[in-house]
């Protein structure tokens, strides 16, 4: 009776955690596309990024339902996993390895990393204290230079560096966690088997690319002004 009630503990957490990551899953991809317009150039990025801003309601519930997630993501896996740790409290002295991925071996390590990133992403653009030269104004037609703080940020291979490890970081992450979610909801069909495998690298390599696509193009200079 006991472990029923486990189970299906379990099986809720699960299907919790999946949809809190589903939702931030659909955040980065919107967030890639709408970061895609510094290619439109300053006036595309800024009157796009103040849209949001123009609307504190919008604004703020759009924070509050984002942190929710991550809470709720974050909260969950972290129990589920030490409750699987303690489920099995003699560690496997041999490990094997065969079927499971690189990215699946090691979710906990890039969520960590990923969670990690996300904070450093925050305090260099959002909040701006990271690199205190970045310019944190508004533009011409007092709206916030979105623009000017890629710009600014791309240009310095520091920055380049870290944004490049938190793309590595991101991919592996996404690509284990997009296609477990069809297992943890029991959707399985031998025939779109291998769709659903597909669909992680699938969403990772897309968001990586797009996401890569930016901090280069403004490393190298292809971004109009
Ligand atoms: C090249 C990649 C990225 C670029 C160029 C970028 C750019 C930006 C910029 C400019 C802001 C500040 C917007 C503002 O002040 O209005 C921002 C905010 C944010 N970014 Fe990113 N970002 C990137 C990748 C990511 C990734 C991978 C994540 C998550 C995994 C992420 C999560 C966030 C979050 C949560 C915010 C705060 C949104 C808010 O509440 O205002 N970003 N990003």
Partial sequence: MRQAAQL????RSKLMASLAGLVLVGFVIVHMLGNLQVFEGSDAINGYASVLRDMPIFLWTARAGLLTAVVVHVGLTVRLALRNRQGRPVPYTLRRYRAASVASRTMALTGSLLLMFIVFHLLHLTVGIIDPAAPHGMDAQGRMDVYGKIIHAFRNPLYVGIYVGGQLVLGLHLSH?????FQTWGIAHAALDRLFKLAGPGVALFVV???LAIIFAVFLGWVRT
């Fill in 8 to 11: 299906v503990d379990v099986a």
């Fill in 209 to 211: 690319l797009g996401n």
């Fill in 177 to 181: 966690a997009v296609s477990s979610v």
